[in-house]
């Protein structure tokens, strides 16, 4: 061989020893879990391992996670018809009561949705249980595409329907208030004996399972009910110290504070909270809220104050004589996890996600606060938007659901390969894929 040859084939083997140690060291780079096949175009078959590495906030997992995100970007599946028995099956619905215990002790929810089916649905598989009852509102304003999807997921079950009377809701105004009082004036004629309602917004996503709820419920609660906040502070006072209005347009709503005084005080001369529109309450309260003087007259008085679900259910929590009544409770009760961007660094590590109205939608970065929170939901969730988000927090869920079980555990209620949860349409999520 001559001397061209040979620098020729020691260039080769240089550049091959090269392209090996790049191919090593770009394996070596992703400190993956040992066993862990890792490839993102099959993202869908190793779930269970990455969430796993995100819930303990592994660098490395978040790098692939993003990749993965970006491949599997899922399409919103929109207002089509819904097949029930399928997507009962690849849903994985759990279709039986799963304890005595919860059988004694049903719930009802209180969903107020106005778009994005799919979180929507993924949250509704997460809270539903036969024994339960839930009652939808769907905001008048919202596409008949919208409101027939939600129509078609509620006739899948007997023990869901939507608010016959829809308001058109406005962040912050009335209306938001008043589709509660719609929902909960059908819950109170339902046959099923639930003893607490609980208000949702479609992007929340509980950090309990209905067993750990209701026993949360039984011995730490006892009949009283949770509405989380403290005395008006002054800086919330214009609120309610004047009028406002909400003003709907196409495309476009808001609530706009009037140079106008609010005359008279509160009615009853009752003391104002402020606090938490979300809560957890009674029957027996529920029923008060519907039929007391007071309470009707607050409700009257609310109705051109600022964002009232603020300070409706605090007050009347604080009245000694409503049922279930806390009058000297303050911020406790957990029935939210929220980064607000206020407190950011404060309270909470910053969004990992996007913000969206000053609250954080969860990302994968956060998958690890989420998994320490001790409260019963967490806000908010977009499921087309961070996809390994959603499935991450189903895939930690359900198996502690199933774990809680009394009754044998059906291989449908297991949840599914993710390729059903990315690309529902074009694979048969029926057939169990594992
Ligand atoms: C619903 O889906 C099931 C199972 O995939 C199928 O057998 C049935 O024909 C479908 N029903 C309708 C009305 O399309
Ligand atoms: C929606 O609002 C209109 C009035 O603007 C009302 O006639 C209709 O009944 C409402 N829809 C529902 C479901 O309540």
């Not at 059988?103 to 089916?117: E, G, Q, T």
């Not at 009707?296 to 964002?307: F, N």
């Not at 970065?365 to 977009?382: H, I, M, T, V, Y």
Request: charged share 20%.
């Amino acid at each position: 061989m001559n001397a061209a040859k040979w620098s020729f084939l020691l260039c080769a083997t240089v550049s091959a020893v090269i392209c090996l140690c790049i191919y090593i060291t770009s394996k070596v780079k992703r400190p993956v879990p040992q066993g862990w096949k890792f490839d993102c175009a099959e993202c869908g078959d190793y779930p269970d391992e990455l969430c796993t590495a995100l819930f303990q906030g592994k660098a490395a997992a978040l790098v692939l996670g993003a990749e993965c995100e970006q491949i599997h970007r899922p399409e919103a599946t929109g207002g089509r018809p819904v097949n029930c028995s399928r997507l009962l099956a690849s849903h994985s619905y759990i279709t039986e009561t799963l304890s005595q215990e919860e059988a004694d002790f049903p719930l009802a929810y209180i969903l107020a949705v106005h778009k994005d089916l799919d979180t929507l649905e993924w949250l509704f598989r997460a809270i539903y249980t036969p024994q339960n009852i839930y009652c939808i509102h769907v905001d008048n304003k919202t596409s008949e595409g919208f409101r027939q999807g939600v129509q078609g997921l509620a006739d899948c079950f007997h023990n869901v329907f939507l608010a016959s009377r829809s308001e058109k809701v406005v962040y912050g105004g009335f209306s938001r208030l008043q589709a509660d009082i719609n929902c909960m004036e059908e819950l109170v004629l339902s046959q099923v004996k639930w003893k607490y309602v609980i208000n949702l917004c479609g992007q929340d996503y509980p950090l309990k399972t209905n067993r750990e709820l209701v026993r949360f419920l039984r011995s730490r609660w006892k009949n009283k009910n949770i509405t989380p906040g403290i005395v008006q502070p002054e800086h919330m006072r214009h609120r309610t110290s004047h009028v406002h209005r909400e003003y709907i347009s196409p495309g476009q709503s808001y609530v706009i504070k009037t140079q106008k005084r609010k005359a008279g005080g509160v009615p009853h001369g009752l003391k104002l909270y402020f606090g938490s529109a979300y809560y957890v309450l009674t029957r027996e309260f529920v029923n008060f809220v519907l039929t007391d003087q007071r309470a009707k007259d607050l409700l009257q008085w609310s109705r051109d104050t600022y964002s009232p679900d603020e300070h409706y259910w605090v007050t009347l929590n604080r009245m000694a004589d409503a049922p279930g009544a806390d009058p000297n409770a303050e911020w406790e009760g957990n029935v939210r996890s929220i980064k607000w961007l206020d407190q950011a660094q404060v309270n909470h590590n910053g969004c990992k996600g996007h913000y969206v109205r000053s609250i954080c939608v969860y990302g994968l970065g956060d998958l690890e606060w989420l998994a320490q929170k001790d409260s019963l939901f967490a806000n908010k969730f977009e499921v087309n938007s961070h996809p390994l988000v959603a499935q991450c927090m189903e895939r930690w869920l359900r198996p502690k659901t199933l774990s809680q079980s009394e009754v044998p555990i059906q291989q449908g209620w297991h949840i599914k390969n993710n390729k059903c949860f990315f690309d529902i349409e074009n694979n048969d999520c029926s057939i169990p894929l594992m």
